[in-house]
């Protein structure tokens, strides 16, 4: 396996991300150690959450785990700023980002986080005042490095040229949707990352479990809290010219449909790393099996046409 370096920064993680969005939802504390502590024997680091999952519950589970083993210095925390935490509003003021950068590290038990990235754009406030405030904040030591979510062309454009011109630190990673039947919000700045050496950072990288072959029908939907919206979006003829190419690949490789839509997301330009989660150590074997499968010329471009 190896491993790629986010953007220009001296963050190196192999191609996989653990998307902690499940910690105090469908993976319970108790459980979440084990899956943890796998993920970190099977040789990955990089963990993903934010402040908002759980409105902080994600990032306290995770800070109990490091506190618990003492392995800090063995991970690499990604967190992110910015979404409705009561204010009734996406935030990304200089006010609240020092606010909220305080008390992530509380929760998370550290004292410096590897990537803060911004959630979601706030349009009332100028992308000067935020970058000037993660500029701070990088200075001050509690951040390593800084990262977007969400953001289209001319946002990214707009925030590198506004660092360049100050001398701030810039976004260099970008996370935004991205898997096989959803491609549009990443490869809308892929052109934009490749030039100016930005990793991209896809969630819903399984599209919600569909990519994984676990949703065939809409009988099959209705066993899952998240089925109804994969009915109204999956199951349609994009949705399953995929999934034929996908089993195809499956049979040829002997990989999981999961492991070869991660694989897929893995291989594309500019990407860093697909986000992924799971809530059992046998699914997460799974998920860190995907980050060592490559995949021919051919598996990519049937996938690719199979999505189009």
Known sequence: MTKRRLGRTELFIEPLVFGCNVLGWTLEESTAYGVLDALLDGGFAAVDTADSYGKGKSETILGNWMKARGNRDKVLV??????????????LSAK???EEVDAS?????????DLYQTHWPDPNTPQEETLAALDRVVKAGKVRYIGSSNQDTALLTESLAISKANGLARYETIQNEFNLYDRAKFEEV?????????SGIGYFSLARGFLAGKY??????????????VVEKYLNPKGFSILKALDAISKRTGATPAEVSLAWVA??????????????????????KSARLTLSA?????LTDAGK
Do not use: N
């Open 298 to 302: 051919e598996d990519i471009k049937e």
């Open 216 to 229: 065939r029908s809409a009988a099959d939907a209705q066993q899952s809290p998240r089925g109804q919206a």
């Open 190 to 198: 892929q052109a934009t990352c490749v030039a100016e050496e930005i």
């Open 78 to 91: 990604f967190t992110k700023v910015g979404s409705d935490m009561g204010q009734g509003h996406r935030d």
């Open 105 to 113: 590290l509380t929760r998370l038990q550290t004292d410096y986080i």
């Open 96 to 98: 609240w980002i020092e």
């Open 267 to 288: 291989a594309q330009p500019g990407v860093g790393a697909p986000i992924a989660s799971a809530t059992s150590v046998e699914q997460l074997a799974s998920l860190m």
